[in-house]
């Protein structure tokens, strides 16, 4: 039996809306974030369902005790180029190895699904999830100071080649 408190599973009925919510909220507490990103990260999830292919997308989603600790999804960009997006983890989960293991499955997938990278988008503020990309084998190559969501910030392209 396992000890892990976590499981993953696929997207499922309610969790466009409800992951829709985590994100705007989780990202308005701690950032200022305005509601410019929950209407982004709704197009992103909403995107991801309707441009669906499960041999070269897929979601993850973690639960603990039937509630939703994190998420992250694979999106397609090119045959060879994959995309890393909406990684988020629960702050009552943080600090779980949770976030670790939601990228390594993500990267695991692409590497099956015949990916040769790997691409996300985040930010100078997201501190955790950066540290967690750099350990991934992630590096930075490119950044752009911006105004979005309604604050300023350094946006940033990182790649990992698979």
């Given at each position: 039996?396992?000890?892990?408190?976590?499981?993953f599973r696929d997207?499922?009925?309610?969790?466009?809306?409800?992951?829709?919510?985590?994100?705007?909220?989780?990202?308005?507490?701690?950032?200022?974030?305005?509601?410019?990103?929950?209407?982004?990260?709704?197009?992103?999830?909403?995107?991801?369902?309707?441009?669906?292919?499960?041999?070269?997308?897929?979601?993850?989603?973690?639960?603990?005790?039937?509630?939703?600790?994190?998420?992250?999804?694979?999106?397609?960009?090119?045959?060879?180029?994959?995309?890393?997006?909406?990684l988020l983890v629960?702050?009552?989960?943080?600090?779980?190895?949770?976030?670790?293991?939601?990228?390594?499955?993500?990267?695991?997938?692409?590497?099956?699904?015949?990916?040769?990278?790997?691409?996300?988008?985040?930010?100078?503020?997201?501190?955790?999830?950066?540290?967690?990309?750099?350990?991934?084998?992630?590096r930075q190559t490119?950044?752009?100071?911006?105004?979005?969501?309604?604050?300023?910030?350094?946006?940033?392209?990182?790649?990992?080649?698979?």
């Open positions: 039996m396992s000890r892990d408190p976590y499981r997207l499922a009925l309610g969790d466009i809306g409800l992951l829709t919510r985590r994100h705007a909220l989780i990202y308005a507490q701690e950032f200022g974030w305005d509601q410019s990103f929950e209407v982004a990260a709704s197009r992103a999830l909403c995107d991801f369902w309707e441009n669906r292919d499960p041999k070269r997308q897929r979601a993850w989603i973690a639960e603990r005790d039937d509630k939703v600790a994190g998420c992250i999804f694979l999106y397609r960009e090119t045959d060879a180029m994959s995309r890393l997006r909406m629960e702050p009552e989960a943080r600090g779980s190895g949770l976030g670790g293991r939601l990228v390594e499955a993500c990267m695991n997938f692409a590497r099956e699904a015949g990916y040769r990278q790997m691409r996300l988008w985040t930010c100078n503020m997201l501190q955790g999830a950066r540290r967690l990309y750099q350990r991934a084998g992630f490119e950044s752009e100071t911006l105004h979005r969501f309604g604050v300023d910030m350094i946006g940033e392209i990182w790649v990992c080649d698979l």
